[in-house]
């Protein structure tokens, strides 16, 4: 079983997990934030010297994770494509490798900024395409962190990273999940997509993920 932490929220079992991702076990549901794929493929056609490999890597650990969870569907809350460049060969044909592996796992793409601008995925990736907010249970799910009238908010976009700080200049900037009373934020689930740094405060609490745990912030 993958590291997690369950936690309810708004009455709902949710897993957050040190795989960046969060499962809704009433919904048998799998929620990716930023998956930016193809990022590593666009900074390379711009002629910038970055990894490889990275596409192939984050649908890897999107595999052990509907492995396993009892999933029948996955929810990207936006940034599926990093952008237009994503579209090289090599970055689509993994994802159709991929999709065909699961061709029955429902897919649902809420857009997010970059997927604007990288356009829709490929139609035959058989993903449905949707405009935020998604609305399900007791949950707004988007990619802005925009709060809603009366649903709470589970987004992306942010990258949230929070900084634990130790002796002198001793710090970790780890990834987090942001849970707050109307907004909560899920890390970003790609590889090389860098963070923005937030705080705990009094109406939010912060769960890290490190050494492949997840643990809250004290």
């Known amino acids: ?16 997990l040190a795989d960046k991702a969060v499962y809704w076990s009433a919904e048998k ?20 010297p970055v990894p490889q490999g990275t596409t192939t890597e984050n649908l890897q650990r999107l595999d052990r994770l509907i492995l396993a969870f009892p999933c029948e569907q996955v929810i990207f809350l936006g940034d599926f494509l990093h952008g237009p460049g994503s579209h090289a060969s090599g970055t689509l044909s993994a994802l159709r490798t991929w999709r065909a592996g699961h061709p029955t796992l429902a897919l649902t793409l809420i857009r997010g900024n ?21 609305l399900m249970g007791p949950f ?31 710090n970790l900037r780890l990834p987090c999940f942001r849970v707050g009373t109307q907004v909560s934020l899920l890390p970003a689930f790609g590889a090389f997509t860098g963070g923005y740094a937030v705080e705990q405060d009094e109406e939010s609490r912060i769960y890290v993920i490190g050494d492949g745990e997840v643990w809250p912030v004290q």
Not at 9 to 15: K, P, Q, S
Not at 31 to 45: E, N, Q, V
Not at 143 to 170: M, N, S, T
Request: with cysteine; hydrophobic share 40%.
């Open 29 to 48: 549901c799998l929620l990716i934030a930023d998956a930016h794929f193809g990022k590593a493929s666009a900074y390379r056609s711009l002629g910038q």
């Open 114 to 134: 970059h997927d604007k601008r990288a356009g829709d995925p490929p139609v035959d990736l058989n993903i449905q395409v949707v405009t935020e907010p998604l």
């Open 140 to 170: 707004a799910l988007q990619h802005e962190p925009d709060v809603h009238d009366d649903k709470h908010v589970l987004a992306g976009h942010v990258h949230p990273v929070y900084r634990l700080r130790g002796k002198g200049r001793q």
């Open 1 to 16: 079983m993958p590291a997690h932490y369950v936690l309810n929220l708004a009455g709902e079992d949710l897993w957050l």
